[in-house]
């Protein structure tokens, strides 16, 4: 093994470069990359770097880009004469060994690399194999155009439904009541899956022969046997069982007798073939009476009667071990064909499957020549956080390399103390295969930490060298002392406790005594209780650090300790929780960084209330659930109103239906956007405990809504999507949980998501909670002999296996310590304590470790459990005292910690609003036309906002579909949303056909409408808008170019009274009759609204409002007075006059020689049923143009002061 010299070390073949925490490791592969391009002479797009996030890509491409521009400099200068260098050592010496010439060739190929720096194929894993798929489409046989799905968990759960189904139609009865009995359902066998979930080349134990395997039709034979001898032995039992000398009667006494006489009567009783049997049972078979149940010194009772229980219950529990055996292992073989299968149908790929494919055609009869062809691509690769790769990953690249064959360079950088990702798929036995091929003299180290402070570094060497093999497989995973390159310490943590040249204790450890807190029988602190303790402690040291930070007694350098310069590192939300309350408590304020996904959350099954009801605004039971929520936060006593309150319920009724119709009209998004405002939830949820916490939550399940609503149109399709979710297991990015707010807060973060993260400070608090896997279920783990991951489903070696699992379990759980206890750079707090359970965490081996060296928690838990309280604090102490001032043991103060002074940074103060006494002005809002008339959501298109009567009786024989077609806002959206698909002049019968038919379903209309809409909405491309056909206007001639559909507005609004309007209009009888009893307050804001159709034709533009209201059943029933009475009695003059406004402001600021009288043609009504081409204008076309002077009157009394938008 060799100590990392970035500018020595070959550019050849396999090198495996570990770096420990800290020891910057992007730095050296930006060093290394820049060597590539200089000494291998590399094109930058040859260069392959794979790393693990996008993020990842995002920083090391960042960082590139930074010292290309720097070494540019710097070698232009040079080579210039000019004798130059930059801040990093390293870099100048890459630079500097060169001649002028030589440094002008390196400037110009330096540059050319900067400018094309979006070409370096810088990629994730699956980023680099969707790549290679694309690019070697024939040689891979990958598919084409296929979809990517960032989680397959849906087609699996379709997959698992399917394999039930089968399963349960081809089983027997008892198999079935099996079936049920030990997975209840589809959900409950895909959960048992799980455990050969993340691997593709797996090692399942026993195998098994099917055909031995006793199966359930066996049982019922032994069973019967068992009835039968029960009816015909019965009496000679019980008279054995109550008379024989040979029996133990502590075990056999006359009580228990008679219990197991009963419960076999009961059970002889049975119809079917029990697959539980009763404990009594045993009482009955050879293995009970010898075990327990004869005297020392007498022969075992017999009968024929026992020999047939102890064979059925024999073969009971073997056919019920191995028949589960078998039927895992066919599900997830048929899981794993079904699941692909179904990919293929749907043309999907998964991120897995991008890694499947391409290792599966490396291993193929063209993988030579695929591996040949990258190689050429990517003569170099580098390949980051190499410690989170799989069995797969390292395939892929060991066959494109072929690492004993080639000298093309592959460095393989990582950490394998800080591999934690095992529930992702990571596996570490794969980079210690790696690390094996490799051999020791192609292993880099670096051994210099540029990140922490020296007190904390050598704390941290100090505590992991105490474990004679901390992270347990020393040979493959061994721990190396890291230097401090003193970086932290130019501008150190300065607490009130520092003195000149000796900088505080890096690491403490606080200490909780037993006194006052809950204890087990043991006398141990009971994990409830020292969990709240170890929260308030650590609150309380929070506290005091920002008191002092407010006192200017805590700073880094020169500056003061802040709030986000604190970080708490926990295992799961649920302890993250924990610690939050207790930060409250203490008036400190905090924000949770999380990698958890969102559906999870409470958020989404109070979602999941509320769009229930949503959906079902009818069903009573719904809503009051949906109300019952803290969302929506109706308590007992208000809900309890609505059973006593007709008029509430209605109310309430009415307020969701209104929601309902919204999201019908309008898509999901608008109509819960209108709740939260109707129902004041943002408000609601603010003031609640983590109140930013559940808005982000609730704000980010929505956005994730509003994208599956794309797809998963209608109420029903929406809330299953969201219930599928919350059973499932989501793992996609977009899925995790958001930070809730970026201010200057304390960080509560998972151990997880700090991975990579530094923080000044970090506190532990739960270092003692981790423990080993607990229960007797099926075993993963990996073969010692050749590394394979195995899966032990119950062979004869189980209990070997299960103890493989515990140390492979307690690998981790080091590892994880390891990244928790060097994310600090000054200064890093943990908690100990006499707690239940702590013996077994990861902890305790390294403060307590086994002198034997062992690989299993057992020599620490001994050794601990060994130790009374003052014992183990003793021993704490005398670490301190030997690590030369660098860690620290104190005394928690968990009963009184200190809170945060009223000065302090970020307190959470209790504040009132002062009340308000003065006169409130006109509201500020948004208002619409329909919202003038009627009071409707200012935020929906006017579709005909006044609904419309007939006004006559229709005639006996109605044929026309323009007559016939139903009524209302929804068929009336309906033809709103045809005209607006259709291109007018080139719209034919097939387009028609298409635009029609799926509109018509879409609003829920039955398709056959489809041959009877078209040739009416022919009729109404083809109708002339004026009598005398003058300038040729129709629909038919306006090309896509020249018109605007849905056009929305938004325009200023001074003040808005049904006064000011009247008096606008004073004088034209068309507008003053409209306008008579109008009546809403004073206004102030914005008007906003849609209109259908703006379009330009001879320099003129003009409006066009579609109307879908039937006015009668003949065709003189749309004639000019029949529309002008429709016009008044819908108040539809106040729109035009609100549409005109808008489209005049708008043309003044976009016409530089704009004149009304000369750009503006008026605005048309079509009546859509009255429309006829024979009839042009005369039927079905109202136009007007409201004058000029009316205009501009309007415009000077609003006083918006803006042109609208």
């Known amino acids: 093994m060799n100590s990392l010299e970035p500018l020595k070390m070959p550019l050849k073949g396999l090198r495996l470069i570990e770096a420990s925490a800290g020891t910057g490791k992007t730095y050296n592969i930006v060093l290394l990359f820049l060597r590539a391009l200089l000494e291998r002479d590399l094109d930058i797009g040859h260069i392959l770097v794979v790393t693990f996030t996008n993020a990842a890509t995002e920083e090391l491409r960042e960082r590139l880009r930074h010292r290309l521009r720097q070494a540019v400099q710097v070698l232009f200068q040079r080579a210039g004469g000019v004798d130059v260098s930059t801040d990093d050592p390293l870099l100048n010496a890459l630079l500097v060994q060169r001649d002028s010439a030589d440094l002008l060739r390196a400037a110009w190929k330096l540059r050319e690399a900067a400018s094309r720096l979006d070409e370096a194929p810088i990629f994730t894993i699956h980023g680099f194999c969707r790549r290679m798929l694309q690019e070697f489409a024939f040689e891979t046989g990958a598919p084409f155009q296929a979809e990517l799905i960032s989680n397959e968990e849906e087609i699996r759960r379709q997959a698992a439904a ?6 349960l139609a081809e089983a027997e009865e008892t198999e079935a009541r099996w079936f049920l009995e030990t ?39 032994l069973f019967q046997a068992v009835r039968d001898g029960w009816k015909q032995y019965r009496e000679e039992i019980e008279h054995l069982f109550k008379t024989s000398k040979a029996l133990n009667r502590r075990s056999y006494n006359k009580s228990v007798i008679q219990s197991a006489l009963e419960a076999m009567d009961a059970l002889a009783s049975q119809g079917s073939t029990p697959l539980v049997l009763p404990e009594a049972f045993r009482r009955f078979t050879p293995a009970m009476l010898e075990e327990k149940g004869t005297k020392n010194g007498y022969p075992t009772p017999t009968h024929p009667f026992f020999e047939r229980c102890g064979r059925f219950l024999d073969c009971l529990e073997e056919t019920k071990r191995l028949q589960k055996i078998c039927v895992l292992q066919n599900a997830w073989n ?122 904390l570094v050598q704390a941290i060497n100090r505590l992991f060298r105490r474990a004679p093999a901390p992270f347990i497989y020393k040979e493959d995973i061994p721990f190396h002392p890291v230097e401090s390159a003193r970086k932290a310490d130019a501008a150190p943590l300065v607490l009130p406790e520092s003195q000149p040249g000796k900088p505080p204790a890096a690491l403490r450890i ?29 609150a309380g040291e929070i506290a005091r650090l920002l008191n002092w930070a407010a006192d200017g007694q805590a700073r880094i350098g020169e500056s003061p300790l802040q709030a986000r310069d604190i970080a708490v590192l926990v295992r799961s939300h649920r302890e993250g929780a924990i610690v939050q309350r207790a930060l409250r408590k203490q008036g400190i304020a905090s924000v949770s960084l999380q990698r958890e996904s969102v559906f999870s959350s409470r958020e989404a099954d109070e979602l999941l209330s509320v769009l229930a009801a949503l959906a079902a605004p009818s069903d009573q039971r719904l809503l009051r659930a949906a109300l019952a929520t803290e969302m929506l936060g109706w308590d007992v006593p208000r809900l309890q109103e609505l059973n006593d309150d007709e008029t509430l319920m209605e109310s309430v009724q009415q307020r969701f239906s209104h929601y309902h119709d919204l999201w019908q009209r309008r898509g999901f998004l608008p109509a819960f956007m209108e709740l939260l405002k109707g129902e004041k939830v943002v408000g609601r949820l603010r003031s609640l405990p983590e109140g930013e916490r559940r808005l982000t939550n609730t704000l980010h399940l929505l956005e994730l809504l509003h994208e599956a609503a794309q797809t998963h149109t209608g ?161 704490l102490a005398e670490l301190a005292d030997d690590s030369q001032g660098t860690i620290a043991v104190e005394d928690a103060k968990w009963e009184t910690p200190e809170k945060l002074h009223d000065g302090g940074a970020h307190q959470t103060s209790h504040l009132s609003a002062r009340t308000f006494s003065g006169k409130p002005g006109p509201e500020w809002r948004i208002t619409s036309y329909s919202n003038l008339v009627a009071g409707a959501d200012p935020h929906e298109p006017d579709y005909d906002a006044v609904p419309s009567l007939p006004l006559e009786t229709p005639p006996e024989d109605v044929s026309d579909p323009a007559f016939l077609f139903p009524r209302g806002p929804r068929p009336g959206e309906c033809l709103h949303e045809i005209m607006e698909n259709l291109d007018f002049p080139t719209a034919q019968k097939k387009d028609l056909e298409t635009v029609v038919g799926d509109v018509l379903s879409r609003y829920g209309l039955d398709r056959s409408w489809t041959p009877k809409v078209i040739p009416w909405v022919n009729r109404v491309l083809e109708t002339p808008f004026s009598e005398n056909g003058e300038n040729g206007l129709k629909l038919r001639d306006i090309q896509g170019s020249d018109r605007l559909n849905e056009l929305e507005f938004h325009y200023p609004v001074g003040s808005l009274t049904p006064e000011l309007l009247r008096r606008a209009v004073q004088g034209d009888s068309f507008y003053e009759r409209s306008l008579e009893g109008l009546g809403f307050g004073e206004i102030q804001g914005l008007m906003r609204g849609f209109i259908d159709l703006v379009f330009r034709a001879h320099g003129r533009y003009y409006i066009v409002d579609y109307k879908s209201n039937h006015l009668g059943n003949r065709v003189e029933d749309y004639g000019r007075d029949a529309l002008e009475r429709a016009m008044r009695q819908h108040r539809y003059p106040l729109q035009m006059l609100v549409y005109t406004l808008a489209v005049h402001r708008y043309l003044k600021t976009r016409i530089s020689s704009y004149d009304y009288d000369r750009h503006f043609g008026g605005v048309y009504y079509l009546f859509l049923r009255g429309m006829r081409p024979e009839k042009g204008a005369s039927t079905g076309v109202f136009h007007h143009r409201p004058s000029r002077k009316l205009v501009e009157r309007l415009n000077e009394m609003l006083a918006g002061g803006q042109e609208p938008t």
């Open 510 to 538: 606080r200490f909780l005594r037993s006194e006052r807190l809950e204890l087990t029988q043991a006398g141990d602190i009971t994990k409830k209780s020292a969990r709240e303790a170890a929260a308030a402690d650590c």
């Open 715 to 875: 109420t029903e399709r929406l809330c299953r999507w969201l219930q599928e979710k919350r059973a499932s297991h989501p793992t996609a990015d977009e899925e995790q949980l958001r930070l809730e707010s970026d201010e200057n807060l304390v960080q509560v973060v998972t151990i997880h998501r700090s991975k990579g993260l530094e923080y000044p400070v970090v506190f532990v608090p739960f270092p003692w909670s981790d423990g080993p896997p607990q229960g007797k279920g099926p075993v993963r783990f990996h073969d010692p002999n050749d590394l394979k991951l195995t899966v032990d489903l119950g062979s004869d070696q189980i209990d070997a296996h299960r103890k493989l699992e515990e140390q492979e379990d307690l690998a981790e759980r080091m590892r994880l310590l390891y990244v928790a206890l060097t994310r600090a750079k000054y200064l890093c707090v943990v908690t100990w304590g006499k707690i239940n359970g702590a013996s077994r965490s990861a902890m305790a081996r390294l403060l307590f470790p086994d002198s034997a060296g062992g690989t299993s928690d057992v020599g620490a838990a001994s050794r601990m459990e060994d130790l009374d309280e003052e014992a183990m604090r003793r021993e």
């Open 162 to 167: 399917d394999f039930w189904r089968r399963a």
């Open 183 to 221: 997975w209840g359902g589809p959900d409950g066998l895909l959960e048992s899956l799980d455990i050969f979930r993340g691997a593709t080349d797996i090692k399942v134990l026993p195998q098994l022969n099917r055909p031995k395997i006793p199966c359930f039709r066996d049982l019922g034979h």
């Open 334 to 455: 048929f899981l794993e064909e079904e699941t692909a299968q179904r990919k293929a149908l749907e043309e999907c790929l998964s991120f897995d499957d991008l890694l499947n494919i391409l290792d599966r055609a490396l291993d193929g009869p063209s993988g030579p020549d695929l591996a040949q062809g990258i190689r050429l691509k990517y003569p170099m690769a580098l390949i980051d956080e190499f410690q989170d790769t799989d069995p797969v990953q390292y395939r892929i690249f060991q066959r494109i390399y072929e690492l004993r064959q080639t000298p093309q360079p592959l460095c393989l950088i990582g950490d394998p103390k800080q591999a934690i990702y095992s529930f992702r798929g990571a596996d570490i036995f794969a980079y210690i295969q790696a690390r094996r091929d490799a051999g020791s003299q192609n292993i880099y180290t670096m051994d210099t930490n540029w990140r922490s402070a020296s007190h």
